[in-house]
C-alpha cells in the first residue's frame, strides 16, 4: 500500500483551512476537508494527474480542488503533501528560501 506523508506545514494549512471555514459553517468546514482527503487518495492512486510545479521547487506539482490548491511530490513510498493553499494566496512567496 502507498504511503501518504502530509508535512506539518499541510497539517497546519488543513487546520486553518477548517477552522476559518467553520466560523461560519462547521459542515462546510467539514465537507472542504473530506474532499481534500478525497483527492489526495486520489493521488496515491494516479500521482502524475497534478499540473508540474519546478518553477516553485523540485519535483512539485499541484492540482485544485475548488478554491484551494494541493501542492504535493510524488515520493518512492507514495506522495508528500507539502501545503494546501487557497488559490488567491501570494503562491510564489510561500515556496521561496529565506
Keep these: ?22 466560523q461560519n459553517n462547521e459542515p462546510a468546514a467539514d465537507a472542504i476537508i473530506d474532499k481534500l482527503m478525497q483527492k489526495f ?7 502524475e494527474i497534478g499540473r508540474a ?3 516553485l521547487a523540485p519535483k512539485l506539482r499541484s492540482i485544485p480542488v475548488g478554491k484551494y490548491l494541493i501542492f504535493y511530490r510524488p515520493i518512492a513510498e507514495g506522495i508528500e503533501i507539502v ?15 529565506p
Design 83 to 97: 501545503r494546501v493553499i487557497h488559490g488567491a494566496r501570494d503562491i510564489e512567496s510561500l515556496f521561496e528560501e
Design 53 to 55: 510545479r519546478t518553477e
Design 41 to 47: 487518495d486520489e493521488l496515491l492512486v494516479t500521482p
Design 1 to 22: 500500500m502507498k504511503e501518504l506523508r502530509v508535512t506539518k506545514e499541510a497539517k497546519g494549512d488543513l487546520a486553518d483551512i477548517w477552522w476559518y471555514v467553520a
